[in-house]
């Protein structure tokens, strides 16, 4: 069965924090890993992730696959209040589905 | 940048009606999906379509259906409602990353 696991569920941090949100994924047929950031209505996309070992960079935010043991992370630096918000990581398949997991909310206190 | 339109931004449906979620997208992608989201069990698929008429379903495609005429629009119908299909429903469309519409939060009384 395909699936996707977050850690932690919940995350309560200050301003300034460095965190690091976890997925771990079992897929048929990966093909990548894509991360959102969900603060109201509709995620926004923020990485999508293809080979194992290379970071990717967006401001102090930052993610890194490894397809050996099937997991990625993100880090947020410098955490800010407007960095609370679900963060979900979704698995795509070759078949083009997307296998989402339950989401860590980040709840960022100043 | 790709838009992904859907009709309503929230619904209340009595029990028993056909409800109709429309989603609209605006960048040619092929792929299209709709999924629900409640708390505590993240996003879960619904059904996909990889092409006008192609349609597979997803995790929990009991209770609804879609249709898929044009490659703009993909339509979630919940042929006859009930309280446990209450829930923020999600359209997506893909080329690689998936862009997501805002969002139906969808009521059934």
């Known amino acids: 069965e395909d699936k996707v696991v977050q850690s932690p569920l919940s995350l309560v941090v200050h301003e300034g924090d460095t965190v690091t949100l976890n997925c771990s994924y079992e897929?048929?047929?990966?093909?990548?890993l894509l991360w959102y950031k969900q603060e109201k209505k509709a995620p926004t996309f923020l990485f999508m992730l293809?080979?194992?070992?290379i970071e990717k960079k967006s401001g102090r935010l930052s993610s890194i696959l490894d397809k050996k043991e099937l997991f990625s992370i993100l880090n947020i630096t410098a955490t800010q209040t407007g960095d609370s918000a679900v963060y979900l990581c979704?698995?795509?398949?070759?078949?083009?589905?997307?296998?989402f997991g339950t989401g860590t909310r980040l709840t960022v206190i100043p | 940048d790709v838009k992904v339109t859907q009709s309503s931004r929230y619904l209340v449906k009595r029990t028993g009606e056909k409800v109709f979620l429309e989603c609209v997208q605006d960048m040619d992608h092929e792929n299209m999906f709709w999924y629900r989201q409640d708390p505590g069990l993240g996003l879960r698929l619904i059904y996909f379509?990889?092409?006008?008429?192609?349609?597979e379903k997803g995790d929990i495609p009991e209770g609804y259906s879609v249709s898929r005429e044009k490659k703009e629009r993909f339509s979630l119908i919940l042929e006859s409602a009930s309280t446990n299909q209450t829930s923020m429903y999600l359209c997506?469309?893909?080329?690689?990353?998936?862009?997501f519409g805002q969002g139906t939060r969808l009521t059934v009384v």
């Open positions: 379509s990889y092409d006008v008429k192609m349609k």
């Open positions: 997506a469309s893909s080329l690689g990353e998936a862009f």
């Open positions: 293809t080979s194992s070992g």
């Open positions: 897929v048929t047929n990966f093909r990548s």
């Open positions: 979704a698995a795509k398949t070759g078949a083009n589905n997307l296998f």
